[in-house]
């Protein structure tokens, strides 16, 4: 398998069952060959003022909220090939319905320093957009076992879906 390195810095992954013994480790660094990113659009909020005793001269903030776009940087599926992203590229890519894309596990497998930083990892996660069960989305939304199809409710507004969201009319 062709493993393709799409974020912004090297990704070093332990490799089992390398060299001449089979049961041998090995780590191996993927360079970055280029960024795959979500498009990213910022809606600005009124600022936010400091009111802390810690900031005695006081001042302001700005805040927005942001909103996620399309994946921009992500070739499209080659044979015998995983690509490399970030978290929030991987889930996007499993709502497309992608199986090629994964995601570096820095969870507690991963190989960490003194000071937490992470040094390597031991796996690759990949995310999935099926529903865990009949009553719920993939994005945790869950529906009432009330609804009908007489009665089935608004689209999903967490993730545009036609499922119903969580309210009751029984």
């Given at each position: ?59 302001y ?8 776009g ?22 996007r890519?499993a ?10 596990d ?13 040094m ?12 865990r ?38």
């Amino acid at each position: 398998m062709r493993l393709v390195n799409l974020t912004p810095h090297p990704v070093t992954l332990r490799i089992k069952g390398a060299g001449v013994n089979y049961g041998e480790e090995a780590t191996v660094t993927l360079p970055s060959s280029g960024v795959a990113r979500l498009e990213v659009q910022d809606y600005p909020l009124d600022p936010m003022a400091v009111d802390d005793p810690a900031w005695p001269d006081g001042g302001y903030f700005n805040v927005a909220e942001r909103s996620f776009g399309d994946i921009v940087g992500l070739p499209a599926p080659a044979e015998r090939t995983i690509y490399i992203v970030s978290l929030p590229v991987a889930q996007r890519a499993a709502e497309l319905g992608r199986t090629d894309v994964y995601a570096p596990d820095t969870g507690p497998s991963a190989i960490r320093d003194e000071r937490g930083n992470i040094m390597a990892v031991t796996g690759l996660v990949r995310f999935t957009a099926r529903r865990r069960n009949s009553s719920s989305c993939w994005c945790g939304q869950v529906s009432c076992s009330h609804q009908s199809r007489r009665n089935p409710g608004p689209p999903c507004y967490h993730c545009g879906g036609d499922h119903p969201t969580a309210w009751c009319e029984a």
